[in-house]
């Protein structure tokens, strides 16, 4: 930690501002250049404390920049974890507004929803699947608040990881039967093949996601409760999309998941 607790809570309202308000700002840590990891998990904190304040609730949690091609997208090596707020929540088919964004990507992830609960250090993909209850394909809608979706580790971090929309759909699977490293995914942008994956493009299997988080929680004396809804990270890179586009993802074996932006 390098920050004092005003410094903290100053940049959370400065990030939550321009999420709200729906303009980009500069990466903090070009005005905090020492700002650590520490230092951007609790202006993340600070921006769930507004929120909740505001009886907005946590809906789930996030794993970011899991896969080679985020990582490569965004210049980043080491994944980040955040927060999804119930208010992000987009129904299957739904309609986005595009202008209550800044610049908005998606990307094609798969959602676990645990029947028990994971508690690091030590968590690893067996001991995921064991405590998944099932899984449903998703897409994210990220919108860093930083301009030219430009930053570093902590900047996004402490940005909530650019959290800002999420929509699940498909159908919801039990892991048993189901190889999460081969399945498949395809992204359509108005009806042309924009990016694909298969599971195994997170971390080798996105489970290994959810015990990174496991782990990250456990650094901070926390475990990830039974019942909660995790976004492993997207297996494509991210997608810019703007009003009038639709998108549509379909998953081997879990169904598709769709959206438009008007
Ligand atoms: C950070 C969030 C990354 C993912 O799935 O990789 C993320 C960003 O790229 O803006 O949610
Ligand atoms: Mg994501």
């Known amino acids: 930690m390098t920050l004092d607790q005003d410094t903290i809570q100053n940049l959370a309202a400065h990030l939550e501002d321009a999420e709200l308000n729906v303009r980009a700002v500069t990466k903090i840590t070009d005005a905090h250049p020492s700002l650590d990891w520490d230092d951007a998990y609790a202006i993340q904190h600070a921006i769930r404390l507004r929120k909740e304040a505001r009886s907005q609730r946590v809906a789930g949690l996030k794993a970011g920049l899991t896969s080679r091609a985020k990582m490569k997208q965004m210049g980043v090596d080491v994944p980040c974890f955040g927060l999804i707020f119930d208010y992000m929540s987009v129904p299957n088919g739904g309609e986005i507004e595009a202008n209550k964004l800044i610049h908005p990507k998606v990307e094609a ?121 995790i976004m492993s990270g997207g297996a494509t890179e991210a997608i810019s999309v703007a009003a009038g586009d639709a998108i549509h993802v379909r998953f081997q074996d879990l169904g598709s998941v769709s959206m438009r932006f008007v």
Do not use: W
């Open 109 to 229: 992830e798969i959602a676990f929803v645990l029947k028990q609960p994971l508690r690091g250090p030590g968590c690893h993909a067996g001991a995921v699947l064991a405590a998944t209850d099932f899984v449903v394909p998703a897409v994210e809608i990220i919108d860093s608040r930083y301009e030219n979706f430009r930053f570093d580790l902590a900047s996004v971090i402490a940005d909530n990881t650019s959290a800002s929309r999420f929509v699940v759909g498909g159908v919801a699977r039990g892991v048993e039967g189901l190889d999460l490293r081969t399945l498949g995914l395809v992204m359509e942008k108005n009806g042309e093949i924009v990016a694909m994956a298969a599971g195994a493009a997170v971390l080798g299997h996105p489970a290994v996601a959810v015990a990174a988080l496991a782990n990250h929680l456990a650094a901070r004396g926390e475990e990830i409760p039974a019942g909660t809804f």
